[in-house]
T-cell receptor, first 112, second 117 residues
Framework: GIQVEQSPPDLILQEGANSTLRCNFSDSVNNLQWFHQNPWGQLINLFYIPSGTKQNGRLSATTVATERYSLLYISSSQTTDSGVYFCAVRVPRDFGNEKLTFGTGTRLTIIP | NAGVTQTPKFQVLKTGQSMTLQCAQDMNHEYMSWYRQDPGMGLRLIHYSVGAGITDQGEVPNGYNVSRSTTEDFPLRLLSAAPSQTSVYFC????????????????FGEGSRLTVL
């Protein structure tokens, strides 16, 4: 099956700093999503981005499908950004099964 | 729209007991699924359904049953709970792809934390 690797596994930053989280995947995908799991365990949709670039406030994401990676940028970090960030992908041959394969996540801790 | 609703949020069982985790969505999504999340293992697919009356197994289906009698509901049943089933369970739904390049964004419920003693 497809392999999804996220880096770095852990990141500790001061409030106000910027960060880049990376997701590499081993096969062609037709769906890529970024999620934020907050300290209460909720999975929050950040981006649905199989290709291209999207921005939402302080967050933006870029997926380069031909090179099999995606980047999540967080600018001017706030303590509420703390949590685990997951990348998840779907391969085209999973037609009819919308299964997402998840990476193991990047744990982000923002220090006041 | 309430989105994806899971109940209960917390449950403690004894080994051998049975229970059902409920999942309902009000977005008219064809696709529904159950994942479990364990420390260091990420999220793994248990079962999924592409429409009413159709279910199939994911990566880790053993010990779990599902059914899909309506578009809205997709319950997950533990027939005889084991300590290895202690986990956080997430239900998720999306529109169905309908084609290899027409895929839907997946939305998750808030999770159900299950402890089996």
């Amino acid at each position: 099956g497809i392999q999804v690797e996220q880096s770095p596994p852990d990141l500790i930053l001061q409030e106000g700093a910027n960060s880049t989280l990376r997701c590499n995947f081993s096969d062609s995908v037709n769906n890529l999503q970024w999620f934020h799991q907050n300290p209460w365990g909720q999975l929050i949709n950040l981006f649905y981005i199989p290709s291209g670039t999207k921005q939402n406030g302080r967050l933006s994401a870029t997926t380069v499908a031909t090179e099999r990676y995606s980047l999540l940028y967080i600018s001017s970090s706030q303590t509420t950004d703390s949590g685990v960030y997951f990348c998840a992908v779907r391969v085209p041959r999973d037609f009819g099964n919308e299964k997402l394969t998840f990476g193991t996540g990047t744990r982000l801790t923002i220090i006041p | 729209n309430a989105g994806v609703t899971q109940t209960p949020k917390f449950q403690v069982l004894k080994t051998g007991q049975s229970m059902t985790l409920q999942c309902a969505q009000d977005m008219n999504h064809e696709y529904m699924s159950w994942y479990r999340q364990d420390p260091g293992m990420g999220l793994r697919l248990i079962h999924y359904s592409v429409g009413a009356g159709i279910t199939d197994q994911g990566e880790v289906p053993n010990g779990y049953n599902v059914s899909r009698s309506t578009t809205e509901d997709f319950p997950l049943r533990l027939l005889s709970a084991a300590p290895s089933q202690t986990s956080v369970y997430f239900c998720a739904s999306s529109y169905s792809s309908g084609g290899a390049y027409n895929t839907g964004e997946l939305f998750f419920g808030e999770g159900s934390r299950l402890t089996v003693l």
